[in-house]
T-cell receptor, first 110, second 114 residues
Framework: KNEVEQSPQNLTAQEGEFITINCSYSVGISALHWLQQHPGGGIVSLFM???GKKKHGRLIATINIQEKHSSLHITASHPRDSAVYICAVLSGGGADGLTFGKGTHLIIQP | NAGVTQTPKFRVLKTGQSMTLLCAQD?????MYWYRQDPGMGLRLIHY???????AKGEVPDGYNVSRLKKQNFLLGLESAAPSQTSVYFCASSWVSGRSGEQYFGPGTRLTVT
């Protein structure tokens, strides 16, 4: 079973700061997902990665397959970025569901 | 498009009662999933389906049953609810497998078993 660890668990920052959230996993994967869970509970998919880097607006996600590590960056952070960010991985072996990290609770203060 | 919807949004059950949670998607997705989310833990996969008429067990399937009689619907059943099943339940769907497709999540169902 893949173990997914996220750091930090909690992060409070000031508006405008550059944010980095890290995710590491224990077993080789075929895909990694970054998700955002809003304070109201809804979950939105941000990125799906299998290699390299993806960018969407102020969000950047990178993955290093050899090191079994991914990062999610937020540039020019804003209070509306406050949410829980969740890393999830898909391992090989046939089962198709994701294995999730516990999430990083991000608060951006104005 | 409504995306992924879940019914009901909230429910309180007594121990031993049964209920069915309904997940519906209007995106013609092949893959559907049921997860549960508990405080201090990541989301965990209960059951999933790779197409109409198929189901498979996930990480925590005990105490739950599922059915996928129609492509757009994925039902999660609790035959005899237990307090340990108090949780928030999320349904998700994707066009292709998790290897190459993002998952779309429903709004969640908050279930309390007393």
């Amino acid at each position: 079973k893949n173990e997914v660890e996220q750091s930090p668990q909690n992060l409070t920052a000031q508006e405008g700061e550059f944010i980095t959230i890290n995710c590491s996993y224990s077993v080789g994967i075929s895909a990694l997902h970054w998700l955002q869970q809003h304070p109201g509970g809804g979950i939105v998919s941000l990125f799906m990665l299998s290699s390299g880097k993806k960018k969407h607006g102020r969000l950047i996600a990178t993955i290093n397959i050899q090191e079994k590590h991914s990062s999610l960056h937020i540039t020019a952070s804003h209070p509306r970025d406050s949410a829980v960010y969740i890393c999830a991985v898909l391992s090989g072996g046939g089962a198709d569901g994701l294995t999730f990290g516990k999430g990083t609770h991000l608060i951006i203060q104005p | 498009n409504a995306g992924v919807t879940q019914t009901p949004k909230f429910r309180v059950l007594k121990t031993g009662q049964s209920m069915t949670l309904l997940c519906a998607q209007d995106m013609n997705h092949e893959y559907m999933y049921w997860y549960r989310q508990d405080p201090g833990m990541g989301l965990r996969l209960i059951h999933y389906s790779v197409g109409e008429g198929t189901t498979a067990k996930g990480e925590v399937p005990d105490g739950y049953n599922v059915s996928r009689l129609k492509k757009q619907n994925f039902l999660l059943g609790l035959e005899s609810a237990a307090p340990s099943q108090t949780s928030v339940y999320f349904c998700a769907s994707s066009w292709v497998s998790g290897r190459s497709g993002e998952q779309y999540f429903g709004p969640g169902t908050r279930l309390t078993v007393t």
